[in-house]
């Protein structure tokens, strides 16, 4: 069965720090990575990630993936209190790219 | 460009009863998919349509839950009798079609807050 393990499962943190999120993954077909952002809404796409070591930026948060070692992570510099939220982690793998299986997603909350 | 609508936002029904789901993808969409999200966890997918035909359901409880597409646009998702367990939030997505490229984005709704009491 294929799993996603998203670390830490919370982190609190300052405004300006910098974070660093952690997504493994365990799948039998891997196609591609996914990193969405969710408040208390619906999650919004962040990054697709299907090669290694090329890094995706956007702003301040970047992503990178390592097909050897089978992790993400994603960084968020110079954080900001609307950065709170809850970063999810999927892979979407097997026959239908739509069966995404997510990680069980990590609670940033960002203090002024 | 719209999103992906769903409705009713919340509902509270006691247990054995039952409730539906309407989700409305983006215009063109061939592909919607219904995922469940219990508090604290990621989402699961229940049910994943292309166009008004099913590609996975393997993980819905095909006793209690049921899903259609009929055109092959908007779907709705039901769920009775309804037991304390199903208490999640149902989040409705849908994308171009079913290949992953840099450009066939999956695009939530805001979702169906259901309590079960």
């Known amino acids: 069965e294929d799993k996603v393990v998203q670390s830490p499962l919370s982190l609190v943190v300052h405004e300006g720090d910098t974070v660093t999120l952690n997504c493994s993954y365990e799948?039998?077909?891997?196609?591609?990575l996914l990193w969405y952002k969710q408040e208390k809404k619906a999650p919004t796409f962040l990054f697709m990630l299907?090669?290694?070591?090329i890094e995706k930026k956007s702003g301040r948060l970047s992503s990178i993936l390592d097909k050897k070692e089978l992790f993400s992570i994603l960084n968020i510099t110079a954080t900001q209190t609307g950065d709170s939220a809850v970063y999810l982690c999927?892979?979407?793998?097997?026959?239908?790219?739509?069966?995404?299986?997510f990680g069980q997603g990590t609670i940033l909350t960002v203090h002024p | 460009e719209a999103g992906v609508a769903q409705s009713p936002r919340y509902k509270i029904i006691e247990k054995r009863q039952s409730v539906a789901f309407w989700c409305n993808p983006i215009?063109?969409?061939?592909?919607l998919y219904w995922y469940q999200q219990i508090l604290g966890q990621g989402p699961k997918l229940l049910i994943q349509f292309q166009n008004n035909g099913v590609v996975d359901d393997s993980q819905l409880p095909k006793d209690r839950f049921s899903a259609e597409r009929l055109k092959g646009v908007d779907s709705t998702l039901k769920i009775q009798p309804a037991k304390l367990e199903d208490s999640a939030v149902y989040l409705c997505a849908s994308s171009l079609d079913r290949r992953p490229s840099s450009g066939n984005t999956i695009y939530f709704g805001e979702g169906s807050w259901l309590t079960v009491v």
């Open positions: 299907t090669s290694s070591g």
């Open positions: 999927a892979e979407a793998g097997g026959t239908s790219y739509g069966k995404l299986t």
């Open positions: 799948v039998t077909n891997f196609r591609s």
């Open positions: 215009s063109g969409h061939a592909t």
